[in-house]
């Protein structure tokens, strides 16, 4: 199963928080309320998306912000 990739989504802020160069603490925002959830609101299979899309953009050297 491909997980959801759509903004605000577990793995959208983890390849956020990767892109920004930001600790990786799972969150996603509820598309529905506009709520910040935070980890321990979260199932294993959301942390483990967030999880899934930080290391993707880890492992992609050029995707990071460069601050001056």
Do not use: V, W
Not at 25 to 42: D, F, N, Q, S, V
Not at 45 to 63: C, L, P, R, V
């Amino acid at each position: 199963m491909k997980s959801d990739r759509s903004h605000g989504s577990p793995f959208d802020r983890g390849s956020a928080d990767s892109f920004y160069r930001r600790i990786g603490y799972p969150h996603y925002i509820c598309a529905k309320t506009g709520r910040y959830i935070l980890r321990h609101e979260m199932t294993e299979k959301q942390i483990n998306e967030y999880k899934a899309g930080f290391m993707e953009n880890e492992k992609q050297t050029d995707s990071r912000k460069e601050y001056s």
